[in-house]
C-alpha cells in the first residue's frame, strides 16, 4: 500500500491556504487510499524566535485541528514529531550526506534568514538545516508520497535528493518520496498582498483567513480582499492575481473552475461575497467539531499518545538500517 506521510508546524493559527492546499485532500483522498501519517512537526517551529508557551498551545491544537479536519485515527496515523526520536535520531545521519550549499539554496531558508536578519535578529542554525530535518520525516517511514502546497516541493526534492544519495554510498535503505500537490489552491495567496502566499506566520493579518475565524471575520477579509484594477472578472494569474486568488478559492471550495467562474461574474462585489460564503462553509464543519474536541482534551491526548506509539514502530527499523548502513556500531 502507498505510503503517505505529510505534516504541518505549530508557528501560527492554521490558514485556509493549509486547509485547501494539504489538510482537506489529506481528509477527503489520502487516509482513505494510503497508509498515511500526519504529524504536527513541533520540532520545526524552533527554527525562527519562539515563545514555548504558544508553541505547545499551537501544537495541541494543531493536532486538534487536524482531527476536526476529518483525519480519523482509525484511518490513519496522527501525531506530535517530538513524541518520536526516530526524527532527530534520522537527521543527524542525514545531516552527514547533505551539504550546507544544498541547504543554503533552499527558497525558504534564504526568504526566512533575510527577513530575521532585517529584523535585527540572528538566524539560527536549525533553520539552515530545517530541510534536512523534514527529509528525516518523510524518510523514517519509507514514505511513498508527500501531499504538500506548492512551496513546500522543492523540500520534497532534497528529501528525494537525499534519499538516492545515500542509497547509492551505503546500500538501498530509503524509498524514494515524491511531492503531490492539488490542481487548484497549492499556493493560495495573501488577501491583501496578492503576490504573497497566504502563511500563518505573515505580518499581514487582514490577508490571512484563519480556521477558526468566527464567519463574521472570514466574510469582512474576503470583501476587503485587493483586487486588480479593471472591472471585467476574467482569470489570469499573471496580471490579475488578487482576482485569481478570489477565483480559485471559491474554485477549489466549491469544485468548480476558476475560468469558468469568471465568466459567471460581471461585478467583483458579487465574486468576492460568493466567495466569503462558500469559504464560510468549507471552515463551518471544521469549527463545529473543533469545539467539541476542546470540550474532550483527553479524546486528542488519547490520539497522540497512540500515534505516536504506532509512528515509533513504523520508524524505527528504518532508522535502525540507516545507522547500521552508515556504520554506527549497533549496541548489544
Ligand atoms: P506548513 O506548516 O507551512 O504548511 C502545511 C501545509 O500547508 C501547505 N500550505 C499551503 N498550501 C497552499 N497555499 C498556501 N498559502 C499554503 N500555506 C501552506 C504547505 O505546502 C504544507 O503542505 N515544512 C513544512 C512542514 C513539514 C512537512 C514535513 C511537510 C515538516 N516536515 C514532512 C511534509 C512532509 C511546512 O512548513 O508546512
Excluded at 127 to 138: E, Q, S
Excluded at 142 to 147: A, K, W
Excluded at 179 to 190: E, G, I, K, Q, Y
Aim: charged share 25%; glycine share 8%.
Amino acid at each position: 500500500m502507498t505510503r503517505v506521510f505529510s505534516g504541518v508546524k505549530p508557528t501560527g493559527h492554521l490558514t485556509l491556504g493549509n486547509y485547501l492546499g494539504a489538510i482537506r485532500r489529506w481528509a477527503a483522498v489520502d487516509q482513505h487510499r494510503s497508509d498515511a501519517l500526519f504529524c504536527v512537526v513541533d520540532l520545526h517551529a524552533l527554527t525562527v524566535d519562539h515563545d514555548p508557551a504558544r508553541v505547545r498551545r499551537l501544537s495541541r491544537q494543531g493536532a486538534s485541528l487536524l482531527l476536526a479536519a476529518g483525519l480519523d485515527p482509525e484511518l490513519c496515523t496522527v501525531f506530535v514529531q517530538s513524541h518520536v526520536d526516530e526524527h532527530a535520531r534520522l537527521s543527524y545521519v542525514l545531516e552527514c550526506v547533505a551539504t550546507d550549499g544544498e541547504m543554503r539554496r533552499m527558497i525558504q531558508y534564504k526568504e526566512k534568514a533575510a527577513r530575521e536578519r532585517e529584523r535585527g535578529g540572528s538566524v539560527r542554525l536549525s533553520l539552515l538545516t530545517y530541510p534536512v530535518l523534514m527529509a528525516a520525516d518523510i524518510l523514517a517511514y519509507g514514505t511513498d508520497e508527500v501531499p504538500v502546497g506548492d512551496d513546500q516541493t522543492q523540500h520534497v526534492e532534497l528529501a528525494r535528493d537525499l534519499a538516492v544519495r545515500f542509497n547509492q554510498r551505503y546500500g538501498h535503505t530509503f524509498v524514494v518520496p515524491r511531492a503531490t500537490s492539488p490542481a487548484l489552491a497549492a499556493r493560495v495567496m495573501n488577501l491583501q498582498e496578492p503576490a504573497s502566499k497566504m502563511g500563518k506566520s505573515d505580518d499581514v493579518g487582514p490577508g490571512i483567513v484563519y480556521l477558526l475565524d468566527e464567519p463574521d471575520a472570514v466574510r469582512k477579509k474576503v470583501m476587503r480582499a485587493v483586487t486588480d484594477s479593471g472591472r471585467d472578472v476574467v482569470y489570469d494569474r499573471a496580471e490579475r492575481p488578487g482576482l485569481a486568488n478570489l477565483l480559485e478559492i471559491l474554485a477549489a471550495c466549491t469544485g468548480g473552475d476558476p475560468a469558468e467562474l469568471a465568466d459567471g461574474y460581471d461585478s467583483y462585489g458579487a465574486l468576492k461575497k460568493d466567495t466569503a460564503e462558500a469559504v464560510v462553509e468549507v471552515l463551518r464543519p471544521v469549527r463545529e467539531r473543533h469545539q467539541e474536541l476542546c470540550a474532550d482534551p483527553g479524546y486528542v491526548e488519547g490520539v497522540l499518545r497512540e500515534g505516536a506509539e504506532k509512528a515509533r514502530a513504523m520508524a524505527r527499523p528504518t532508522v535502525d538500517a540507516a545507522y547500521r548502513a552508515i556504520g554506527l556500531l549497533p549496541p548489544t
